[in-house]
C-alpha cells in the first residue's frame, strides 16, 4: 500500500472527510452507516439524505462513530465501531444475536475507497481500533465478518469486513450461525 497511513476518529471538524469519502450516494446505497443503528423501517423510509442527516447528528453529538483512514492525507477507508447496545438491529438478527450477556463493542461495517480495497487497509484499521477501544475502557471487541464461499465476492456484500482481515488482527472465531458468517472476538488486556 503506497503513501503514509494514519488514522482519525470521526469528529465534526472531519465531516466533509466523511462526505468525501462516502460519495453522493452515501457509501451503498444510501446507507450513511445507519443499517444497524436504526429500525428498518426507519432506515428505509431514510435512505439517503435522512441517513446522512442521523449521522451527522450522531457526530454532532461527540459521539464518535468510526474511524478515517487517510493515505497520503486523502480519505481511503471508513470502519464503524460502538458499544453493542449502540446497534440495536443486530439483536433483531438470528445469526448475530448476543453471544452472551458480557459487555462488547462491535465493528458492524467498512468501507473502502476502490483504489485501497485487497491493499490490507481493513487489518490496518482493525489494528488502530483495538487501541481506541482500549482507551475507552473496552475489553471485548466483537466483528461479523463474513467468510465467502468462493473465492470471489462481489465488493457490496462485504461491508462487515472478511474473516481473513479478523484474523489476520488476531481475532477468534467465537460462535458460527451461519456457514458464512462467524462471530469474532478480541479480548483487550
Known amino acids: ?5 494514519n488514522f482519525k476518529p470521526l469528529t465534526i471538524d472531519l465531516w466533509n472527510d466523511f462526505e468525501k469519502l462516502f460519495g453522493e450516494k452515501g ?17 428505509n423510509l431514510k435512505k439517503g439524505n435522512g441517513n446522512k442527516t442521523e449521522m451527522k447528528k450522531i457526530v454532532r453529538s461527540g459521539k464518535v462513530p468510526g474511524i478515517i483512514a487517510y493515505i497520503n492525507d486523502e480519505p481511503a477507508g471508513w470502519c464503524s465501531f460502538g458499544e453493542r447496545k449502540d446497534f440495536p438491529v443486530l439483536d433483531n438478527s438470528r445469526i448475530l444475536k448476543p453471544v452472551d450477556d458480557k459487555k462488547v463493542w462491535s465493528i458492524i461495517c467498512f468501507f473502502i475507497a476502490k483504489p485501497y480495497r485487497k491493499s490490507g487497509l481493513s487489518s490496518k484499521m482493525l489494528e ?15 466483528g461479523y465478518p463474513v467468510e465467502p464461499k468462493q473465492d470471489k465476492m462481489q465488493d457490496v456484500f462485504a461491508w462487515t469486513g472478511f474473516s481473513s482481515a479478523f484474523l489476520k488482527a488476531g481475532f ?18
Open 1 to 5: 500500500m503506497p503513501g503514509k497511513i
Open 172 to 189: 477468534k472465531e467465537v460462535i458460527r450461525r451461519s456457514e458464512t458468517r462467524p462471530i469474532m472476538r478480541f479480548l483487550i488486556k
Open 128 to 142: 488502530f481500533v483495538k487501541k481506541y477501544v482500549k482507551r475507552c475502557g473496552g475489553k471485548i471487541l466483537e
Open 27 to 43: 457509501a451503498c446505497g444510501g446507507c450513511w452507516c445507519m443499517y444497524w443503528r436504526l429500525k428498518r423501517a426507519e432506515y
